[in-house]
């Protein structure tokens, strides 16, 4: 059992920047794939990153590729989305996740973060 908690959402100009943190309580998260998603009002979740058990390998959504990073530190137990170059269109519920493979499908994932707002301002 894993259970999820992020925080650094927040209200952001467009342009500016955020670091998402994604808690993980038990010991098992550094066996997990890391995944962040994201929802805004009125679509469906969407995929945004995911960062293998190891961090040794990375995928983005195309929407967010060279503007975001994850990253993980297994020993505090914690993941990361810095957002850099922050759009209007990034506004959203974020939510990480974690599961056994490495995916963009949200199905794949089995336990989630509650999430955190991020609101990006023209």
């Known amino acids: 059992q894993v259970q999820l908690v992020e925080s650094g959402g927040g209200l952001v100009q467009a342009g500016g920047s955020l670091r998402l943190s994604c808690a993980a309580s038990g010991r098992t998260f550094r066996s997990y794939a890391m995944g962040w998603f994201r929802q805004a009002p009125g679509k469906e979740r969407e995929f945004v990153a995911t960062?293998?058990?190891?961090?040794?390998?990375?995928a983005y959504a195309d929407s967010v590729k060279g503007r975001f990073t994850i990253s993980r530190d297994n020993a505090k137990n914690t993941g990361y989305l810095q957002m850099n170059s922050l759009k209007p269109e990034d506004t959203a519920v974020y939510y990480c996740?974690?599961?056994?493979?490495?995916?963009?499908?949200?199905?794949?994932?089995?336990?989630w973060g509650q999430g955190t707002q991020v609101t990006v301002s023209s």
């Open positions: 960062i293998t058990w190891s961090g040794g390998a990375t």
């Open positions: 996740a974690t599961g056994t493979a490495t995916t963009r499908r949200s199905e794949d994932y089995d336990y």
